[in-house]
């Protein structure tokens, strides 16, 4: 039985091969647009929105809708690219809009101190709900609308508190 | 033999037909959407706050190739030309060349005082001074804005070619051990 006769039908092979690779790359173009514009998962861990969030690990998912139509406002639970690495995402809730006034502590473990700032046309304040573990717009400032990249909607991970997150 | 399509038959096949195009320009859609988002789009350039690389005449706006590998690890280099939106206007978005990248020294001939570009941010000029909006009213903003590098002129026909790094004598100091890529 030699290889390179009719034995083996190369062509037939190459065909499905590449009608498979095609299926893959359809499946992972719908994957990327509907992440990019409809809604993704996200991991979200760390102190900075207890007790909203757990410390040790939240998925979340989080639509992409909202923030092009620019129906985020005061109370969202955001998903911000953060402005000091842009490599990194930040999961902050939103506490004013461009052209309000904020009042924030600024350092609540070492002082009482209070600062009040308007955040200007275009850009959000955001913060941690836990302001004692998170660095937030009190220590980087207001943030462009543009670095907002989605809103959270619901947890979906661990089971035991799937839903909405409002407590 | 005799095929007789009755009336079903014929508005079966044009649904099926309907729905084949349908589907085919979906995919096309998706797999567009994917790769303008992923690896390249071309934009039109409007204004002349870039002249004379894009736009030397009002008459026509020139199209650029834009390519977004850059946005894996966000590695610039200074004089690049990149495509980020307005952070007073998220809706907008503006082209303009890297000037400052984080922890330069920024000195315009108009202040008096330098200003160092924050981390994670960049600071921006248009090549044309004076009709550019850029950090020199909006300050450093941060690099999670950039959409975009611009890599070639792809229209109009005499001017096609690769968009230059060009840098000039700014910044004043920038950070001796940050990698210069390309």
Known sequence: MNLFGNAVPWRSIAREALDRTAIVAKFLCLLHVTNTYVCTPTLVYGPSMLPTLNLTGDVLLAERVSHRLGKVGPGDVVLVRSPVDPRKSLTKRVVAMGGDEVTFVVDPRNSERVRTIVVPRGHVWIQGDNIYASSDSRQFGPVPYGLIEGKMLCRVWPLDGFGSLNH | MKFVYSQQDF?????????????????????????????????????????????????????????????????????????????????????????????????????????????????????????????????????????????????????????????????????????EFY
């Open chain 2, 11 to 179: 508005a079966m096949g044009t649904r099926s037909l309907l729905w084949d195009i349908t589907k085919k320009y979906f995919t096309v859609g998706l797999i567009g959407l994917t790769v303008s988002d992923r690896y390249a789009s071309i934009v039109s350039v409007r204004g002349s706050s870039m002249s004379p690389a894009f736009n030397p005449r009002s008459d026509t706006n020139d199209y650029v190739l834009v390519e977004k590998f850059c946005l894996d690890k966000y590695r610039f280099s200074h004089g690049d030309v990149v495509v980020f939106s307005s952070p007073s206007n998220h809706k907008e978005k503006h082209i303009k060349r890297i000037i400052g990248l984080p922890g330069d020294w920024i000195g315009t001939p108009n202040m008096d005082d330098v200003l160092k570009v924050p981390e994670g941010h960049f600071w921006v000029e248009g090549d044309n001074s004076v009709s550019s909006l850029d950090s020199r009213s909006f300050g450093p903003i941060p690099l999670g804005l950039i959409r975009g590098r611009v890599t070639h002129v792809v229209w109009p026909p005499q001017r096609m070619g690769r968009v230059e790094r060009e840098t000039n004598q700014r910044p004043l100091s920038s950070l001796q051990d940050r990698p």
